[in-house]
Structures are given as structure tokens and as C-alpha cells.
């Protein structure tokens, strides 16, 4: 009976040896994340067109936003405002193209503008903004 004791915990022994051999904690292990790349080119607006005027019967109005796609992207940051200082912008976050957003008619018409940039966990930044587009948010006036 001492016999069989002394050679189970000496294989128990051998075999805590053997699986901890060499075995590293998971929590310790790290692996070495890919490089960042630099952003690619900016999307390109496709809608609205440049200077349109959509109209409305009401406060507000869904325009439609829609772009071209960047390869690796996995959110576009779409920012509107009423001036090109972008003083004041709101910025909504889309996945994929295109996508409407209630924007309000401030006056008879409303001038916005429009820009538009790409991000990815796997690039060191977002893409540049693309290119200011300014359309028109214009009441119009029903006839009786």
C-alpha cells in the first residue's frame, strides 16, 4: 500500500512538472499588436449635391447623406453647421452610407454645410475631413 502511495504522488508530481514545463500564465502573455497605419484619403460626398435647396413644409426636415466608402473604415463622423467656422457643430456617427438626419430650418431658408471623415481602431487617426458642402434648407410655401 506504501508502494502504490509513493508511486502515485511521484507521478503526480512528474505530471504537474510536465504540464507546467515551459507553460507560460495567460494573463502574462502579450502579444504584440499590428502597427497602426496612417489614415487613407477622406470620403467624398456624393448627396446632398452642392448648393441644392431641399424644401419643407415644416421646422425640419430628413436630408439625405450619402458618401463614398473608405476601405477599413468602421465609423464616419458626419458634422453639420450653419457656418464654415464650425463654431457650433453637430456630429452624428454613421457605419455605413447612406443615412437621413433631421436637420431643423432656422428661417425662411437655412444655409448648412457638410463635411465628413472616416476612423478605424487600426489607424493611427481619422482621415481628413473631406471637403465642406454647403446645401440650402428652404420653407416652402404652400398656395391655397
Not at 48 to 58: C, E, F, K, Q, V
Not at 98 to 103: D, M, W
Not at 114 to 130: E, K, Q
Request: aromatic share 12%; charged share 20%; proline share 11%.
Amino acid at each position: 500500500m506504501l508502494q502504490l502511495l509513493k508511486s502515485y504522488l511521484i507521478h503526480l508530481l512528474l505530471l504537474t512538472i510536465v504540464i507546467n514545463y515551459g507553460c507560460v500564465d495567460p494573463d502574462d502573455y502579450r502579444p504584440e499588436d499590428p502597427p497602426l497605419l496612417p489614415p487613407p484619403d477622406p470620403p467624398h460626398l456624393l448627396l446632398p449635391h452642392p448648393d441644392t435647396t431641399i424644401y419643407t413644409l415644416s421646422g425640419s426636415e430628413n436630408v439625405l447623406f450619402d458618401w463614398t466608402t473608405v476601405a477599413g473604415a468602421e465609423i464616419y463622423e458626419i458634422q453639420t453647421d450653419t457656418t464654415l467656422s464650425w463654431s457650433a457643430p453637430a456630429i452624428r456617427m454613421a457605419e455605413n452610407p447612406p443615412v437621413n438626419i433631421a436637420l431643423y430650418r432656422y428661417a425662411e431658408i437655412a444655409t448648412y454645410y457638410v463635411r465628413i471623415r472616416a476612423g478605424s481602431a487600426r489607424w493611427t487617426n481619422y482621415t481628413d475631413w473631406s471637403e465642406p458642402r454647403r446645401f440650402f434648407i428652404r420653407l416652402d410655401v404652400a398656395l391655397p
